[in-house]
């Protein structure tokens, strides 16, 4: 006797069940389409408004400076030129000198990897300290720091100033990296505090009757197990140090500065007329690492953000 | 293997005193079960003489040396811990070899020492694998591995069988029983288990709110509770606690057991200690094990047994297959009766009982504690 169909073709197993409920058909069954039309329309108007400045810088830099000033700047480019780029890189005038960024592109990346090893290393101390250590007044001390990522920048400006001019670091790539150190060590305590409270303690209880004291704990037993974590706080941190305009401008002069301010210098450092292209392309130069850094890490910063508030 | 003493201890977080003087030693070899009630302080306990905790006053003795300023790797201990605490980025082998690691053993000594402790406890296929790789079992036996492999004086045990399900326990306990004996080694076990607690130690330390209640063997503690807490906490069921009086009757004693306006049951007692006959119509708590109540069957007659007869109305029966529970009313007072399998009886059946009174444990009902 045949089965009937509706039994017969249904379908069995985990993995089609699976299939079966990511199925929009299933979600919204049938004569949806003119919804799903509007939906789909919406999101994809929404998102050319978000793309539109960076599509026109990318245009912009690919294009020589003569269909910049003749035409639309939203028109692909007649002649595609990489001449802005080379130009951005070795040969666009920073205040005086005509070397290019590349000079303030190896600032910065000295400056923010530096930073960030720094503020990252040192947050992780504390967040071990602060949850496997405790002591009497932890919490509060904990407290303080965290107020420290309520300090605004333009507040620290003149003690760090005065500080940095009394240690004899001020002007330098030295003394910017102390500034996001120290600028970032709220916030890196704050990730890893909060990722190290549901740290089992049993672990650090186990390798301290194995016999591994302080450092041992944190080197073989908690930074093994701080990847998540760690992402999340390389990538904040980068990040920030990367785009910060204020500190390298107030912090630094001339050949020292970081990108953020060359940048600044080149589209302000420009006479006759205005080489848009070479601007563009420089722009996007300093944006490259950033968009990098979230190319790669995006997918586990999202995973580290989420780890500790859902078990498994 | 060596002895522990536990001095005095008391433990203290500011005004609020957790542990309220412990004193208890452990010989050489013994297996020690703390058992209570979780907020019990058995944790606590076991934590001080790991060293993971500091002891607020007395001396916790290892091996004739008194260890309270010890570090806890100082202190020739190991610990198995309730979440087995295995260092999730390393392998098996790696967790095992890490103590002596830390103690700058040489490599080929270590990697001697973890192949040894691998093939006791049959990890040998799983050494390479990594702690999320195996399962509650094989976690469980790599924690002990990681215990058994520094050949340490005394070994802590922190409730290692509660994350197990229940086969997996039954067996685990095996295990370590088998463990204990071939290695003799002096063990202290925490629990919350009676039973895990009954079929382990060698000796029991019975705690409720910071204070030792009782230290005895198994047999003790089940037979002769020393208060009326140590007498429900151990046994299931547990002990059969009901207010009586102690009545004069010829030459000896019987029990009285009325509660309210219920008819009451009289059971004669056989000859009791002095401490026991002191009580004579006064009020007790008589303490009764479920297995001392059986069934009488109607056909039996007189058979020479001389143990008492009394009336009681059936209220439920819970079959467990090896034996039947039944609750009775027995004076007004419902008494739990651990019964033969194949006793046909129903709720509100009622039906006579013998009662075993050679184990009966009277309690004064002021201060709860076993008259004695």
Not at chain 1, 53 to 78: D, R
Not at chain 2, 145 to 158: H, S, T
Request: charged share 20%.
């Amino acid at each position: 006797m045949p089965e009937p169909a509706g039994i017969d073709s249904r379908p069995t197993g985990d993995t089609t069940m699976q299939q079966h409920w990511d199925t929009p058909e299933m979600a919204q069954g049938k004569g949806s389409l003119r919804s799903r039309v509007v939906i789909y329309g919406l999101l994809g108007f929404f998102a050319l408004v978000y793309l539109l400045p960076l599509i026109v810088m990318v245009l912009t830099s690919f294009k020589p400076l003569s269909e910049i000033y003749a035409g639309n700047i939203v028109a692909l480019p007649k002649q595609w030129t990489v001449e802005p780029w080379v130009s951005a890189w070795e040969t666009a005038c920073v205040g005086l000198s005509c070397n290019g960024i590349k000079g303030y592109f190896w600032n910065s990346t000295k400056m923010t990897v530096l930073a960030v090893i720094l503020s990252t290393l040192i947050g992780l101390l504390n967040g071990y300290v602060l949850t496997k250590w405790k002591f009497k007044g932890a919490n509060v001390l904990f407290g303080l720091i965290l107020f420290g990522c309520f300090i605004p920048f333009q507040i620290v400006l003149i003690p760090m100033a005065a500080f940095l001019g009394k240690v004899g670091i001020a002007s330098s790539t030295a003394g910017l990296v102390f500034v996001h150190t120290v600028y970032g060590l709220c916030f890196t305590t704050l990730y890893a505090r909060n990722y190290y409270i549901a740290f089992p303690d049993e672990l650090v209880k186990s390798a301290m009757i194995d016999g591994a004291r302080f450092f041992n704990i944190f080197w073989r037993i908690l930074l093994p197990n701080s990847g998540p974590i760690i992402i999340v706080t390389v990538i904040w941190q980068f990040t920030n140090i990367w785009n910060d305009f204020l500190f390298g401008a107030s912090f630094s002069t001339g050949e020292s500065a970081p990108m953020t301010v060359a940048l600044n210098n080149v589209v302000n450092t420009s006479t006759g007329e205005r080489p848009y292209n070479v601007h563009m392309a420089a722009a996007m130069i300093a944006a490259f690492p950033t968009l990098l850094v979230y190319i790669f890490g995006g997918r586990y910063f999202v995973r580290g953000l989420m780890a500790g508030s859902v078990k498994g | 293997m060596a002895s522990l003493e536990i001095k005095g201890v008391k433990k203290r977080y500011g005004t609020h005193e957790i542990l309220k003087g412990i004193e208890i030693s452990v010989e050489a070899g013994e297996f020690l079960v703390l058992v209570g009630p979780s907020g019990c302080g058995k944790s606590t306990l076991l934590n001080m003489i790991a060293g993971l905790d500091t002891v607020s006053e007395g001396d916790i003795v290892i091996a004739g040396r008194r260890v309270n300023d010890f570090h806890p790797s100082e202190r020739d201990i190991a610990m198995v811990f309730q979440s087995y605490a295995l260092y999730p980025n390393m392998t098996v082998e790696q967790n095992i070899a890490f103590g002596m690691e830390m103690r700058k053993v040489p490599k080929p000594e270590r990697d001697a020492a973890v192949r040894d402790v691998a093939k006791i406890l049959q990890l040998d296929h799983l050494l390479q694998r990594r702690p999320s790789q195996l399962s509650g079992g094989q976690r469980q036996r790599v924690a002990m591995g990681r215990a058994l492999v520094r050949k340490p004086k005394i070994f802590l045990f922190d409730e290692p069988l509660s994350n197990l399900d229940a086969q997996l326990r039954v067996d685990m306990r095996t295990e370590i029983k088998k463990l204990h004996q071939r290695l003799g080694a002096t063990i202290v076990y925490v629990t919350h288990d009676q039973i895990e607690a009954m079929t382990l130690a060698t000796r029991i330390a019975v705690m409720k709110g910071g204070e030792l209640q009782q230290l005895g063997t198994p047999a003790q503690v089940y037979n002769r509770p020393a208060n009326t807490f140590v007498a429900g906490f151990m046994g299931s069921p547990r002990m059969n606690l009901a207010p009586a009086r102690l009545q004069r009757n010829g030459d000896g004693l019987a029990l009285e057991i009325q509660m309210g306006d219920r008819p009451k049951a009289q059971i004669p007692l056989p000859p009791q200690p002095p401490a026991v006959s002191a009580y004579a119509g006064k009020e007790v708590i008589a303490g009764v094990r479920a297995e001392a109540i059986s069934y009488r069957r109607a056909s039996n007659g007189n058979d020479g047994d001389a143990r008492p007869i009394v009336d009681a109305t059936i209220e439920v029966t819970e079959p467990t297959g090896a034996d039947t529970l039944a609750l009775l009313t027995l004076g007004g007072h419902e008494f739990t009766a651990r019964l033969d399998p194949d006793v046909e009886l129903r709720s509100g059946d009622k039906a006579q009982f013998r009662i075993d009174m050679s184990k009966l444990v009277c309690f004064d009902p002021q201060t709860e504690r076993l008259i004695s």
